[in-house]
C-alpha cells in the first residue's frame, strides 16, 4: 500500500478508502505499474495520519501558531523491485526492499482570498542507515471550484543525500561485471522535481472521489544513472472516500 495524492491536501476533513494508482516500476524506470493505494488523512490531538502529501505517515504533530504546525512521522518507503521492471530483470540487477523511514516536518496552511494553499517541508532518514536520508519540498494550491468539482496544482521537489541517491542508482563495479552495466556512483543532490494537478468531485456529504495526476522528472546524478531509462514519469490516481 503507497500513498495517493489528491486535493484532499489541501483540507482538514478525515478522509478513509480505497484508491487505484499506475506508477512506474521506480523512478527512471520504463515500465508501468497499476496498484492498489489507500486515501487517508485524519488529524487528532497530537496524532495524525495521512497519505495525500506524497508519502503514507503517521505520527504526532502541534500547531505553533494558526495555521502552522510542527510534527514528527514514520512514514513508508516503497524500495524497488526486480519483479516488477523489464530492464531489472534482464540484466539481473537486484530490488531494493520495502521499508520505512523517521523524520520531521513543518507545514503552513493558508488561505489566500478564495485560494488554500499549503506550504510543507519534510526530512526522512531511512530506517536501514544504508539507504540514506531525503528531504521533500511541497507547495499546493487550490485554482478552481465549480459546484462539486473543485481542482488544485502541486509541485515538489526532493533532495537526497549520497547513501540515499547511490542506493537507488549507484552500480557498483562487482554489480557492473554481474549486470554487463557500466559502474556508476552518484552523489547528493536533487532527487527529483514533480508538477501535477489534483482533483475532486463530492458525491454527497459523506462521499467524494479523489485523484491526481503527476509528471516527474529525474534530476542530478539519478538522471545520469544507466538504471535511468528516462528522466520522466507519470503518475496517476483516483480513489473514493468517505468522510468522517
Partial sequence: MVPLAALAELSNEPLLGPGLRSRPAYDGSDSQRGELVPVVRYFGHPWFVRSTQGVLEGGVRVELAPGLHAGAQLAYEPGRQTSESDFLKRHGVPGLDRGASVGAHLEWDHTFGPMPITLLARVRQH????????????????????????????????????????SFYDITPQQSVATGLPAFSGGSGWLFASFGVLWSVDLNKNWVVVGNLESRHLLGDASRSPLAERNSNYYTSAGLAYRF
Fill in 127 to 166: 530506517a536501514d542507515a544504508d539507504r540514506g536520508a531525503q528531504a521533500d519540498f511541497r507547495l499546493s494550491a487550490g485554482v478552481y471550484q465549480s459546484g462539486r468539482f473543485a481542482a488544485g496544482v502541486f509541485t515538489q521537489g526532493t533532495w537526497a543525500n549520497t547513501k540515499s541517491t547511490g
